[in-house]
């Protein structure tokens, strides 16, 4: 009888995770799904410190913001349907109170740079190549 599907023998991966490592996932709901996982597990994981990012560059952005370990100022929200918002950010830290979105993005930030200075393992996962510039 015909087999109605592809078996791939699957090889041991070349590196592994352990609950001894520091690991910071960042990217996609599949990054937070994952993290999330890791987490009922009792991995020591921070898991998306800016919420969902998508697009590499965000990212990458963000991973430079963590690496600088600064904190952002409140000129650097923008108030936009009755929230205050950042666009390094997922819509999580949008708040109507301005101290509060600011208060909880640099606690987020500076959690993400800890994490991110004694980190063993990096998971990015991209959810498109696409990317939105304001103008």
Same mark, same amino acid.
């Given at each position: ?26 990217? +996609? ?8 996982? @890791?987490?009922?597990?009792?991995? +020591?994981?921070? %898991? ?9 560059? %965000? ?5 430079? @913001? ?6 952002? #100022?409140?000129?650097? =929200? ?12 997922? +819509? ?9 979105? @600011?208060?909880?993005?640099?606690? +987020? =930030?500076?959690?993400? %740079?800890?994490?991110?200075?004694? #980190? ?16």
């Amino acid at each position: 009888m015909p087999k109605f599907r592809t078996s791939e023998k699957i090889t041991k991966a070349k590196i592994s995770i352990h609950h001894r490592q520091q690991i910071l996932l960042m990217g +996609s709901c599949f990054a937070q799904n994952i993290g999330e996982r @890791l987490m009922q597990h009792k991995f +020591s994981i921070l %898991s998306n410190p800016f919420g969902i990012l998508y697009n590499p560059i %965000s990212i990458q952005e963000g991973l430079k @913001l963590l690496l600088d370990g600064k904190k952002i #100022t409140a000129d650097a =929200l923008f108030y936009h349907n009755d929230l205050w918002q950042s666009f390094q950010h997922h +819509s999580q830290f949008s708040n109507p109170n301005k101290q509060i979105a @600011l208060t909880q993005i640099n606690e +987020s =930030l500076l959690n993400g %740079s800890a994490l991110l200075q004694k #980190t063993n393992r990096i998971i990015l996962t991209f959810g498109t190549a696409h990317v939105f510039v304001y103008k």
